[in-house]
C-alpha cells in the first residue's frame, strides 16, 4: 500500500476518475443515475398558497374549534383562523417529508460510494445492499441535527438571557456591555456552525466509508476514524481546506451553468403557464380545492424539473468530490485502498511447444 497523499495530490486522481467514468467515452446511464443520487442526497445544490382567498377556507364549524383554542381576540390574522388546518396539515407534511428526504439521503450516500469504488451504478441493487447501513447514518444524523439545534439555542438563549437579566429597570442599560456580549455569541455562533460543519464534512467522507468497508455502527465507526486520522491532524486540515476551495470554484463554475438552462427552460414553462392561465380565466374558475391542488401540483412538477436538470448538470461535480475524498482517504486506510485499487491479474503464461502455425492470442483480463 502507498503511503498517505495529500489534499492537493488528490485532485489529479480524482478528475481522472471522473473522466473514467463518465466521459471516457460519455455514459449517459451512469449520468443519468448519478444525477438521481445527486438528487437524493441533496448533494447538486449547496408551491405558494393564498389564504386570503374568500373562495377557498375550511368550513365554519373549523373556525370555531380554533376560537375554542385560542382567545378571540388575539392577535391572529383571520386566515390563519379559517385555514388553521390546512396549516397543521402542511407541517405535519413538511415534517414527514424532512424525514423521508433524509433517510433517503442517507441510503443514498452509501449507494454513491459503491457507484463510484465500484464504476457501476445500479441504484436498486445497490440500494439493498446498503438500506441498513443507511438506516444506522440516518439515525446518527438525525440525532446529530437535534443535538445541535437544542445546542444553538443553548449557546445563544443562556448568555441573551443573562444579559437582559442586568438591565435596570427603568434605567439605563450598559450599552458597552451589551454589544461586547453580543460580539461574544456573534463569533460563538460562527464557531460553533464551523465546528458542526467540519464534523458534518468528516462524517460523508470519512464515517460512511469507514461503515461501508467495515459493516459497522455509527460509534465504531467514529473510533476508527480516530485511529486512522488521529496522527494526521495537518493533513485533515488541509484536506477540509481544500475542499472549502474546490467548493467554491465549484459553485461559482455550475452556477453560472445552472442559471443559464433554469432561464432557458423558464421561457417554455413561462409560456405554458400563461395559456394555461388564460384559459382557467376564461372558463371562469374560482379558487378552490381542486383549482388550488391542481396549482401545487403544477408548481412542484416545475420545481422537480429544474431541481433535476440542475443535478444532471452537477453529475461531474458529484462524482470528483465523492472520488476526491475516496482517494485521500484510501492512502490511509487499507480496506478501502484495497476495494478502490485491485491490483491487475497477470496475463497467463504463454508456453509454445514447437513452430506456432500464427501469432500468439494473449487474453488480458
Same mark, same amino acid.
Given at each position: 500500500m502507498p503511503g498517505p497523499i495529500s489534499a492537493v495530490d488528490s485532485v489529479s486522481p480524482a478528475f481522472a476518475d471522473t473522466r473514467r467514468l463518465l466521459f471516457a467515452p460519455w455514459k449517459f446511464g451512469m449520468w443519468w443515475r448519478m444525477s438521481i443520487l445527486g438528487l437524493l442526497t441533496g448533494e447538486f445544490a449547496s408551491g405558494g398558497f393564498s389564504g386570503g382567498s374568500p373562495n377557498f377556507h375550511f368550513p365554519q364549524q373549523n373556525r370555531r374549534l380554533f376560537e375554542s383554542l385560542v382567545p378571540p381576540h388575539s392577535e391572529v390574522p383571520d386566515w390563519v383562523r379559517e385555514n388553521w388546518m390546512w396549516l397543521a396539515l402542511c407541517g405535519i407534511l413538511l415534517v414527514a417529508l424532512f424525514f423521508i428526504a433524509e433517510y433517503l439521503a442517507s441510503v443514498s450516500r452509501f449507494v454513491l460510494l459503491d457507484a463510484v469504488v465500484s464504476g457501476r451504478c445500479a441504484i436498486r441493487v445497490q440500494w439493498r445492499k446498503w438500506r441498513?447501513?443507511?438506516?444506522?447514518?440516518?439515525?446518527?444524523?438525525?440525532?446529530?441535527?437535534?443535538?445541535? /439545534?437544542?445546542?444553538?439555542?443553548?449557546?445563544?438563549? /443562556?448568555?441573551?438571557?443573562?444579559?437582559?437579566?442586568?438591565?435596570?429597570?427603568?434605567?439605563?442599560?450598559?450599552?458597552?456591555?451589551?454589544?461586547?456580549?453580543?460580539?461574544?455569541?456573534?463569533?460563538?455562533?460562527?464557531?460553533?456552525?464551523?465546528?458542526?460543519?467540519?464534523?458534518?464534512?468528516?462524517?460523508?467522507?470519512?464515517?460512511?466509508?469507514?461503515?461501508?468497508?467495515?459493516?459497522?455502527? /455509527?460509534?465504531?465507526?467514529?473510533?476508527?476514524?480516530?485511529?486512522?486520522?488521529?496522527?494526521?491532524?495537518?493533513?485533515?486540515?488541509?484536506?477540509?481546506?481544500?475542499?472549502?476551495?474546490?467548493?467554491?470554484?465549484?459553485?461559482?463554475?455550475?452556477?453560472?451553468?445552472?442559471?443559464?438552462?433554469?432561464?432557458?427552460?423558464?421561457?417554455?414553462?413561462?409560456?405554458?403557464?400563461?395559456?394555461?392561465?388564460?384559459?382557467?380565466?376564461?372558463?371562469?374558475?374560482?379558487?378552490?380545492?381542486?383549482?388550488?391542488?391542481a396549482l401545487v401540483l403544477a408548481i412542484a412538477a416545475a420545481i422537480a424539473i429544474l431541481m433535476w436538470a440542475c443535478a444532471f448538470i452537477y453529475s461531474p461535480g458529484l462524482v470528483f468530490f465523492q472520488s476526491y475524498a475516496l482517494r485521500f482517504f484510501a492512502s490511509r486506510f487499507p480496506a478501502l485502498n484495497a476495494a478502490m485499487f485491485i491490483p491487475p491479474q497477470p496475463p497467463a503464461p504463454f508456453i509454445t511447444h514447437g513452430p506456432m502455425p500464427g501469432p500468439p492470442l494473449i487474453s488480458s483480463s
Open positions: 441498513r447501513q443507511g438506516a444506522r447514518y440516518f439515525f446518527w444524523d438525525i440525532g446529530f441535527a437535534l443535538a445541535c /439545534v437544542v445546542a444553538l439555542l443553548l449557546l445563544i438563549g /443562556v448568555p441573551l438571557w443573562s444579559m437582559l437579566k442586568k438591565i435596570p429597570a427603568g434605567g439605563n442599560p450598559d450599552w458597552g456591555a451589551l454589544l461586547a456580549g453580543g460580539l461574544l455569541i456573534f463569533f460563538g455562533v460562527i464557531i460553533f456552525l464551523v465546528v458542526v460543519g467540519v464534523i458534518d464534512l468528516l462524517a460523508r467522507d470519512f464515517l460512511v466509508p469507514v461503515m461501508a468497508m467495515e459493516n459497522c455502527g /455509527v460509534w465504531s465507526g467514529w473510533r476508527r476514524v480516530g485511529q486512522l486520522l488521529g496522527g494526521e491532524k495537518l493533513a485533515c486540515t488541509g484536506y477540509v481546506l481544500m475542499k472549502i476551495v474546490l467548493a467554491l470554484g465549484s459553485a461559482i463554475l455550475f452556477g453560472i451553468v445552472n442559471l443559464i438552462v433554469i432561464l432557458f427552460l423558464l421561457i417554455p414553462m413561462a409560456i405554458v403557464g400563461g395559456i394555461a392561465y388564460f384559459a382557467l380565466r376564461n372558463a371562469h374558475l374560482t379558487w378552490n380545492f381542486g383549482t388550488v391542488s
